[in-house]
T-cell receptor, first 112, second 113 residues
């Protein structure tokens, strides 16, 4: 099993739809998780962090399932501006940056 | 506040040439990172520095060297560039040692011919 695995997509959904995608991880010691957003040819930027069971910020909800070792990102009422690649990040669960793992990203395209 | 800055934005090198990628931050963060991003591969950690004066290898350090000049600056050097080092390079900063939010610079696009 890859350490962090994401469905690469692309997910192509109409504006206003709800879309969700998952990120599975193998390190059961990880305590915190992050979703970053990366626009085409730009740097990644933090979207949400997940420290316990989940987090909600407006139209975005991130959930953590420790038993099955995955985190999910749900986007409600999607906007054209949500089109981007979403990266899942899993720190190692101990104080060592050498094992930060970025998923390869899920591409999301919102159509009018 | 500029956040995290990187220079140059673009660079074309011939195989065997050397160059240094510069990164500076004004966020007063202790940790700094260098990543490379290749299509379909996600971000891979090259080197990181937990604090001024310390550096450690990441996942893909071969062919690179780094210098943490001071708290603000962290440079990445390619001594003898190879086509396999064609990539987009991102510098990032963070407050801790990996379990914290990272803030990225705009990236350097490097092409090695």
């Amino acid at each position: 099993r890859k350490e962090v695995e994401q469905d690469p997509g692309p997910f192509n959904v109409p504006e206003g739809a709800t879309v969700a995608f998952n990120c599975t991880y193998s390190n059961s010691a990880s305590q915190s998780f992050f979703w970053y957003r990366q626009d085409c040819r730009k740097e990644p930027k933090l979207l949400m962090s997940v420290y316990s069971s989940g987090n909600e910020d407006g139209r975005f909800t991130a959930q953590l399932n420790r038993a099955s070792q995955y985190i999910s990102l749900l986007i409600r009422d999607s906007k054209l501006s949500d089109s981007a690649t979403y990266l899942c990040v899993v720190p190692p669960g101990y104080s060592s940056a050498s094992k930060i793992i970025f998923g390869s990203g899920t591409r999301l395209s919102i159509r009018p | 506040n500029a956040g995290v800055t990187q220079t140059p934005k673009f660079q074309v090198l011939k195989t065997g040439q050397s160059m240094t990628l510069q990164c500076a931050q004004d966020m007063n963060h202790n940790s700094m990172y260098w990543y490379r991003q290749d299509p379909g591969m996600g971000l891979r950690l090259i080197y990181y520095s937990a604090s001024e004066g310390t550096t450690d290898k990441g996942e893909v350090p071969n062919g690179y060297n780094v210098s943490r000049l001071n708290k603000r600056e962290f440079s990445l050097r390619l001594e003898s560039a190879a086509p396999s080092q064609t990539s987009v390079y991102f510098c990032a900063t963070g407050t801790g040692q990996g379990g914290e939010t990272q803030y990225f610079g705009p990236g350097t696009r490097l092409l090695v011919l």
